[in-house]
């Protein structure tokens, strides 16, 4: 994870028109622009805590409730503090694959092809990496798209590895409500009673809205309010049914901005957002709550 980078493409019309530095509402998931409300910091917090503790987490939220542009949070927040960081975007893997994707991810060279081997491979890294005092974790996104039960148990066995005092692997599952109802299963119980810590994202009240536009509006270099309380309903109305891509739907309050380097002064709107509340979500199997960072589920 190399963190965010300077822009360089040239400005678009409408920058300089509303003094901005930077176009507010771009598509892709920038840290720099995350909506550090209440809840989305407290959710940001016990992703950390499960990094910590080398646990097993997961993330669930709707397409475009924000789960990737935390997950990038994240790795700032983890960035120089003695973690190996990985990433598994493409999870549509079958067990022998998923495990060499682990292996690479962990830094190991030409995974072996046979189960067995690699297992004892990615055991050994991971042995390697704890006598050197540094904490590996591995973030699955999309997971929902995992096929099948053996992936998933493959998952739970890589918890196993253990010292007498630790885990040796953190994994942090992100994915859909889909993923959710999954571990909900029978099948998956035995999945589902490790994970640790549970965050699931919920979209934005009115409010909040407001304060999320006004927010990336500051970061791309513009103080004074821009959105009227009108045009700050309408993105929260038209935001109540996430769109299927959270890319797209990401640039309608930008959309709403290039009227205006036209000359255009109404008010700008139309939208949606990304960030999102965060309910922490019941435990799916364990007869106990799972390890809430501040003791309890709200």
């Known amino acids: 994870w190399e963190g965010s980078r300077e822009r360089s493409e040239p400005k678009a019309m409408y920058e300089s028109h509303f003094g901005l530095s930077d176009r507010p509402f771009r598509r892709t998931p920038d840290p720099a622009y995350l909506f550090a409300g209440e809840v989305h910091a407290e959710a940001l917090e016990r992703l950390v805590y499960c990094a910590e503790e080398t646990d097993l987490g997961?993330?669930?939220?709707?397409?475009?409730?924000?789960?990737?542009?935390?997950?990038?949070?994240?790795?700032?927040?983890?960035?120089?503090?003695?973690?190996?960081l990985g990433w598994i975007v493409h999870p549509r893997l079958s067990p022998a694959q998923l495990l060499a994707a682990v292996a690479a991810e962990l830094g190991v060279d030409r995974p072996p092809r046979s189960?067995?081997?690699?297992?004892?491979?990615?055991?050994?890294?991971?042995?390697?990496?704890?006598?050197?005092?540094?904490?590996p974790v591995l973030i699955l996104d999309e997971a929902q798209l995992l096929p099948g039960r053996e992936a998933l148990e493959e998952i739970r066995l890589l918890t196993n590895f253990q010292t007498d005092?630790?885990?040796?692997?953190?994994?942090?599952?992100?994915?859909?409500?889909?993923?959710?109802?999954?571990?909900?299963?029978?099948?998956?119980?035995?999945?589902?009673?490790?994970?640790?810590?549970?965050?699931?994202?919920?979209?934005?009240?009115?409010?909040?809205?407001?304060?999320?536009?006004?927010?990336?509006?500051?970061?791309?270099?513009?103080?004074?309010?821009?959105?009227t309380g009108d045009a700050v309903a309408a993105v929260h109305r038209l935001s109540g049914a996430p769109p299927p891509d959270q890319r797209r739907g990401r640039g309608r309050p930008d959309r709403g901005l290039r009227p205006g380097g036209r000359g255009d002064q109404g008010a700008p709107g139309g939208g949606r957002r990304e960030e999102p509340a965060v309910r922490l979500a019941p435990s799916l199997w364990r007869p106990k709550s799972p390890r809430w960072f501040h003791g309890q589920d709200r």
Do not use: M
């Open 58 to 84: 997961l993330l669930t939220g709707d397409v475009g409730t924000g789960k990737t542009l935390l997950t990038r949070a994240l790795a700032d927040r983890l960035d120089g503090r003695g973690f190996h």
């Open 115 to 135: 189960r067995r081997a690699c297992v004892e491979a990615i055991y050994a890294r991971l042995e390697e990496l704890w006598e050197e005092g540094i904490r």
């Open 165 to 227: 005092t630790e885990n040796l692997l953190g994994l942090i599952l992100v994915g859909q409500p889909e993923l959710e109802a999954r571990l909900r299963r029978p099948a998956y119980r035995a999945v589902a009673q490790r994970i640790g810590i549970h965050c699931r994202l919920e979209p934005l009240s009115e409010d909040d809205t407001g304060r999320y536009l006004a927010h990336r509006l500051r970061v791309a270099g513009r103080e004074e309010p821009l959105f």
